[in-house]
């Protein structure tokens, strides 16, 4: 199923879902920040933070999607980043079997990445979205405005996202943010919107392409294998931890795929003017560990997402003692 994608205000929302048969689910900060535009619907508020992308949540949801008799009609509109994406995407897709859902990401990694392909899920004994299901949103709202209340450390976090696509995917993409970096770093609304746009149909083409991540998929987990190991140790947001997961995957790429180390520096600089992590605190031996629960594992292998150059990525089988002896070195 197709997603509609709309770039507009979120005070049109209820233009495209009554509110009178439509859920939201959001987190406090949002509903505090946001209170005029969700008064007209119905809500249901949770904590915000990673630990709520729990099953004790999930169960919390439903809960209250009975106590508001939500039936096969209601729609639920996850409001929020990519916590209350994931985890309203997955309540939606089972409850009654699946009911219908979109989203209104308040990030700008929600808008870049977490709201758009279908992935939702939730984290599972300290395993990052070890339990999930892929079905797509009907709509995803865009409104950039809603990045004029987020921390700094959230705006950043979102930066690592949009710096992959450029690496794996579009070059112009990336030379855009790296000429333009002081102008993102102000939040210019109009590059945003470029950027955010760009961001939304690379990703939306690939899913397109191959929904269930059989092929090129693959690609935007380009940072994700050690990021997500890195972010479930150190606890740290998702694109400071894909940050250094990317620096880790170029620098694989040099040893294993004939990266130029120019493309390194250059990915690492611009990480840096973004005030991204690009190095680990952590034992390489706890990463590896880690690892080893990844999802991407066959094995005695990983699937790592590497690069040739920029925009020409490759999918290569890697021994976890291969990542081991690189982060050492
Ligand atoms: N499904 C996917 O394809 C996919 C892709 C990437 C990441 N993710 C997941 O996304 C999650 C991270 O998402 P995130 O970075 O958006 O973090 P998040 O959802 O935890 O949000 C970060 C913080 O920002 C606050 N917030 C959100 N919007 C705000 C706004 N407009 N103004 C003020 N505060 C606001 C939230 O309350 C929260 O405290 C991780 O769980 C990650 O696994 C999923």
Known sequence: MKTQFNFSSANELYTIVSPLNSIIITDKNIARNYEALMQPFRKIVL?????????????????????????????????????ITDISGFAASIYMRGIPFGFVPTTLLAQVDASIGGKNGVNFNHFKNLIGVIRQPDFILVDTHFLSTLSETDY????????KYGMIYDKELFHLVQTNADKILNKDNELLETIIRKCTEIKNNIVERDEFETNERKILNFGHTIGHAIERIENIPHGFAVSIGMVAASRLSEIHAGLSPTVTSQLTDLLMKFSLPVVSKTDPDIILSNLKMDKKRRGEVIDFILLKDIAQPVIMSIKPAEILSFQKS
């Open 47 to 83: 904590d915000d933070g990673e630990q709520e992308k729990s099953f004790e949540t999930l169960s919390y949801i439903l809960e209250q999607l009975i106590k508001l008799e939500a039936d096969r009609t209601t729609t639920i509109i996850g409001v929020g980043g990519g916590v």
């Open 156 to 163: 950043h976090s979102g930066l690592a996202e949009i710096v």
